[in-house]
């Protein structure tokens, strides 16, 4: 998570717990540090964030703070209600499931007339009969890409051989009826993509690996779109 998101949630999570936190319960909320907090803390007190606190005692965001308004044009709106409906047809259940939640919390946000435009945008996605459906390994995979945390998985190739092999998971895709990991194969020393239907046996290591520009899936993009 990105400093400046994990900032915007801190501030989310006090507003609506609406009272003092720990350092302690804050880092358990954010998967963070304690000492990661303290930083934080610092640098929203720093910022001009009404909180009160110190470290080693808790903090408290003053109910005389309130977050400007979300201003989103119809256009805007009907991209995310899109978004989200592709969201609750491609994915599995987890993810349909943070889709509908993050749509209420945005809807909580809005004018009544943004919200009634919002529900009824024109625009729907649809999953077609021969759909297959999201493979059991989506969730693992995507805990694993969030963790950076490395992978062994079993893959069916094409010739119908299995190889095992260890990949740090970088990215999803979707592709009609299919889902595609793109990832660093160790055994290749590249990039490879794996449709997730054909893995077997995925098994989440505890090994984790740190961001590197050389192997990212921005770099791996960059690679495909030239």
Not at 73 to 94: P, Y
Not at 98 to 103: F, H, K, T, V
Not at 137 to 163: C, N, Q
Request: proline letters at 5%.
């Amino acid at each position: 998570m990105r400093p400046a998101d994990r900032l915007f949630r801190i501030i989310q999570l006090m507003r609506a717990t609406g009272r003092a936190m720990t350092a302690a319960e804050i880092a358990e909320k954010m998967e963070v540090s304690r000492r990661t907090i303290y930083r934080d803390m610092e640098h929203l007190v720093g910022s001009g964030a009404p909180i009160d606190g110190e470290p080693g005692v808790g903090y408290l965001l003053r109910e005389d703070f309130d977050a400007p308004p979300l201003v989103f044009t119809f256009e805007q709106l009907e991209a995310l209600a899109f978004g989200v409906r592709a969201v609750q047809m491609l994915g599995n259940d987890s993810l349909g499931r943070a889709a509908r939640e993050a749509l209420e919390k945005l809807e909580a946000s809005l004018p009544k007339e943004h919200v009634e435009r919002l529900r009824r945008a024109p625009l729907r996605a649809f999953r077609s009969g021969s759909h297959a459906g999201v493979p059991t390994s989506f969730d693992l995979v995507r805990k694993a890409i969030s963790a950076r945390r490395k992978i062994e998985i079993g893959y069916h190739s094409l010739s119908g051989g299995v190889t095992r092999r260890v990949v740090r998971p970088l990215g999803l895709s979707a592709f009609g009826n299919l889902w595609l990991l793109t990832a660093w194969c160790e055994l290749r020393d590249g990039f490879r993509d794996f449709r997730l239907d054909r893995l077997e046996g995925a098994i989440l290591l505890d090994e984790t690996f740190p961001p590197d520009e050389e192997r990212s899936f921005e770099r791996y993009l960059d690679g495909v779109a030239g």
